[in-house]
């Protein structure tokens, strides 16, 4: 299988040394430490080291003279969390689903392990968004002309009309193997000509967890806004890896996952029939928890759509969910390196410490809801 945009989009190779540019931004520093693979400053004058993982990490012990970047030995001990465009971003929405703006920083609080954290990063705005769609289309659910067919369809054309000029999208199809339909492109003429391709399936399995994790892995890599749209079942038959390797690996990629389970109305019309078993109906039920579980563990969100009406909607969510976040990083407490898994929760509270309250134009309160990725994998020491 041939991943174009794993060469195309990767960041540079490690190099000797950090030279900064005119810009203020190093792209390239000593590969010594660590394995460091890239830099970037921010306007507060943090430095946020990339790091053979795929991590971005925190050091504070650095000079700088004549725009070449050195580092102190004992700077490249502990690391740093990003929670934004490399990491966790966290979206607020109101109880219809969009986003609540103008949140001040100091209104979120962070919580790794129980444990209050630092934000030492803070930033919100629009941006043009990254995105691979993500589709199964096999043999097993997406014959020719049948429902499942046409729902697939409907929902991956419908989706790329929302999408703006400078965004940039993927299509990838799935059944035994994942297949690159298109490549990441903002010419919709490429996209349209892939989802042509979309007519009759190869194959009778639908492989969830190895298409995932093979989309997620390439695309962890990729910098700004970023996310996988799948569209389908959720049902997995024949991967090579498990659901809890999937899940884990989805978490240390840090793209955020966005699931449209497909199949609702047709589930409902065979089982008021009495043709949907108890075991097909467990069956279908697992795969919508899948996909929940893989949005809510990346920080994005899944939908379950019964009607084609509906589509709208969640097409104007996804959107919103992906242009308008808030992104925060934090400096953890717990500097540990035993590779175990970190918990992260973000809490917004109002004056005293208590919950914060929203309120609709009327004055009356509403229900949120905050998005965001619920945890990491800390490194482990270099043997």
Known sequence: ??????????????????????????????????????????????????????????????????????????????????????????????????FIPNIPQAAFRVLEDGVPQRVI???????????????????????????????TLTATYGFVQTLKPEDMIAVVAFDLRPEILSDFSNNRQETYEALARLRVPGFSESNLYDALTEVADRMSDIEGRKAILYIGSGMDTFSRITFDQCRRKLQTAGVPIYALGTLQALREWYDARGWLGPIARLDFLQADNQLRTFARETGGFAWFPRF???????????????????????????????????????????????????VDERGKPIKYQIVHKTGYTAPREVE
Do not use: C
């Open 121 to 151: 990063s803070f930033g919100t705005g629009e941006q043009p968004i990254t995105l691979a769609m993500v589709i199964e289309f096999s043999g097993l659910f997406q014959q020719y002309w049948s429902f499942g067919w046409q729902e």
């Open 308 to 358: 084609f009406g509906e589509y709208g909607g969640i097409f104007r969510q996804i959107n919103e969910a992906l242009r308008n976040t808030y992104s925060l990083a934090y400096q953890p407490t717990n500097v540990a390196r035993d590779g175990k898994q970190r918990k992260i929760k973000v809490e917004l509270i109002g004056e005293g410490g208590q919950p914060l309250r929203v």
């Open 1 to 98: 299988m041939d991943w174009f945009w794993h060469t195309r989009h990767r960041r540079p190779a490690d190099r000797s040394r950090a030279r900064l540019s005119s810009a203020g931004s190093a792209i390239s520093l000593e590969a010594g430490a660590g394995g460091v693979r890239g830099l970037k400053l921010l306007s507060n004058g943090t430095a946020l080291l990339v790091t053979g993982t795929g991590r971005i990490h925190h050091r504070p012990g650095y000079s700088l003279d004549n725009g070449i970047l050195s580092f102190e030995p004992q700077a490249l001990a502990h690391g740093f969390v990003a929670i934004g465009d490399s990491g966790l971003r966290v979206l607020r929405l109101d109880n219809r689903g969009r």
